[in-house]
């Protein structure tokens, strides 16, 4: 199974900074017949279902605000928040969707400071 | 917007089998891949698997003897069996379309393993 880790575990952000999430697979999730990179970051306010922000590493969902934005390639990628808002406060988890079993990151809690 | 919705019952016992069924709304369950996965309280998100209406099914290993999921066209839905489940299996489920990544999801339904 491909593993995935994140960091920090948690971290509190002020109002209107930025946010910055780092997330690290064990091997590759890049596909090479597509050349795309099997990276999905995922939102989960309290209380609620996840929610897709980002596919493809840096593709964001439709809906989504442009200050979430994914970035990284091969085994590292990063889910930066810009201007952070009072309802960005959730757990943050990737997924790597290129090789089954599909697996998540621990999570990432954010808070406000 | 697609719509996923969990039902089924909340409470199994040790050792029986957990069935849950997703109902899916404005969106055909042919056109897409559809996956399952849970959520212990307090913890993070497992994939379970996903399935095709074509037949194909991909379950995660540490749940494969256990795991079951079909389909049902005429309705729009999908089903989850875990059979001869453990207190471990006690979750919120959820069901949600695949590709690329996982989403929409469901709001998932909480299964609670006890006798």
């Known amino acids: 199974d491909i593993v995935m880790t994140q960091s920090p575990d948690s971290l509190a952000v002020s109002l209107g900074e930025r946010a910055t999430i780092k997330c690290k697979s064990s091997?590759?999730?890049?596909?090479?017949?597509?050349?795309?990179?099997?990276l999905a970051w995922y939102q989960q306010r309290p209380g609620q279902p996840p929610k897709q922000l980002i596919y493809?590493?840096?593709t964001r969902e439709s809906g989504v605000p442009d200050r979430f934005s994914g970035s990284g390639s091969g085994t590292d990628f990063t889910l930066t928040i810009s201007g952070l808002q009072a309802e960005d406060v959730a757990v943050y988890y990737c997924?790597?969707?290129?090789?089954?079993?599909?697996?998540f990151g621990p999570g990432t809690k954010l808070d406000i400071k | 917007q697609v719509q996923l919705q969990e039902s089924g019952p909340g409470l199994v016992k040790p050792s029986e089998t957990l069935s849950l069924t997703c109902t899916v709304s404005?969106?055909?369950?042919?056109?897409?891949?559809w996956s399952w996965l849970r959520q212990p309280p307090g913890k993070g998100l497992e994939w379970i698997g996903y399935?095709?209406?074509?037949?194909?099914?991909s379950y995660t290993p540490s749940l494969k003897s256990r795991v079951t999921m079909s389909l049902d066209t005429s309705k729009n839905q999908f089903s989850l069996k875990v059979s001869s489940v453990t207190a471990a299996d006690t979750a919120v489920y959820y069901c949600?379309?695949?590709?690329?990544?996982?989403?929409?999801w469901g709001q998932g339904i909480l299964v609670t393993v006890s006798s």
């Open positions: 949600a379309r695949d590709g690329p990544g996982t989403g929409p």
């Open positions: 404005d969106a055909s369950i042919s056109d897409y891949y």
């Open positions: 399935i095709h209406y074509s037949g194909s099914t």
């Open positions: 091997q590759s999730v890049l596909y090479s017949s597509n050349n795309k990179e099997y």
């Open positions: 493809w590493a840096s």
């Open positions: 997924q790597q969707y290129c090789t089954t079993p599909f697996t």
